[in-house]
């Protein structure tokens, strides 16, 4: 990540549409819920060795998939209603020109968080969808130290979720652009699910070095300690998370308060990569 030259361009460069999913869990210590967080592989040319949630960017599959759900409707958890064509009132944009085309509020909101469905499965192998009996599963090539488990080849994950009868229970958190003197600027859009209560991981090792959950109270303290590497929209989000007292308020109500620009403190970050 590095400053932009003005003898490479004279314009920003646009920030690209990606998600970012906060995956959450009860835990048995004194706190109210943990989250996962996953270390980028050092080989990564953006934020290698960073600490962060599972995420990425958009593809056009993901708005092929969102165009599915929203004529196949299939019920959203927790809910037990099926997806409808409103968005949260958070969700503040209208829509916008991807792959060479507009793409109204309502279907980008759903890509995105195909995208982040997409993005959780393809790092850690935790797929919050249906398992359809009539589709063929594969065992993933790489697993971590936790227990292994069988799922659907990458190929097959449109499929998959073009199929899948529910979707997790999900609540919109919020949005962080990159400021324009990083040269890699994304359009990053947080949100929250629930993890399963088994919750096996297979990380994709060209991507993932490890993971681990932690309460956001850890997470803070590992951080000014130095001993963990944030960006700080993740930092914003952990700081949000942990302004909440049980997991159901959070659910129900979290949201991260609007960004801030703070030069020094894109300084300082920048200076430290």
């Known amino acids: 990540m590095e400053i932009t ?8 460069a646009a920030p690209r549409f990606s998600t970012t ?9 004194n706190a109210p819920f943990e989250v996962l967080l996953v270390k980028r592989a050092q080989t990564l040319r953006v934020l290698p060795g960073f600490m962060v949630f599972p995420g990425g960017v958009i593809e056009e599959n993901d708005l092929q998939v969102a165009q599915t759900w929203l004529h196949r409707k299939p019920l959203l958890n927790m809910q037990k209603s099926p997806l409808g064509d409103t968005v949260p009132i958070e969700f503040v944009l209208e829509g916008a020109q991807l792959f060479g085309r507009y793409v109204e509020r309502t279907e980008l ?3 995105l968080f195909a995208t982040g469905l997409r993005e959780m ?15 063929d599963f594969v065992p993933s090539e ?3 130290n936790e227990t292994a488990v069988f799922l659907p080849a990458e190929q097959l994950w449109n499929q998959v979720a073009m ?10 958190f919020g949005r962080r652009v990159t400021p324009p003197e990083v040269k890699f600027r994304y359009d990053a859009h947080y949100f929250l699910c629930l993890a399963p209560e088994v919750v096996p991981l297979q990380l994709r090792e060209s991507e993932i070095e ?13 951080f000014h300690a130095n001993s963990l590497l944030m960006a700080p929209p993740t930092v914003d989000a952990i700081m949000a998370l942990a302004q909440y007292a049980s997991l159901d308020e959070l659910l129900t109500q979290g949201f991260m308060p609007p960004q801030v620009y703070d ?3 894109i300084r300082d970050f920048i200076s430290r990569i």
């Open 5 to 12: 030259s003005s003898k490479r361009s004279q314009e920003p």
């Open 21 to 29: 999913i906060i995956m959450l869990r009860k835990t048995e210590k």
């Open 109 to 111: 909101y759903w890509a």
């Open 121 to 135: 499965y393809e790092e850690t192998g935790i797929l919050m969808l249906d398992k359809q009996e009539q589709i």
């Open 142 to 144: 790489q697993t971590s």
């Open 163 to 172: 199929r899948t009868q529910s979707l997790p229970y999900t609540r919109y």
């Open 210 to 222: 490890s993971a681990t959950w932690l309460t956001p109270e850890e997470i803070l303290i590992r």
């Open 263 to 265: 030069e020094k403190r």
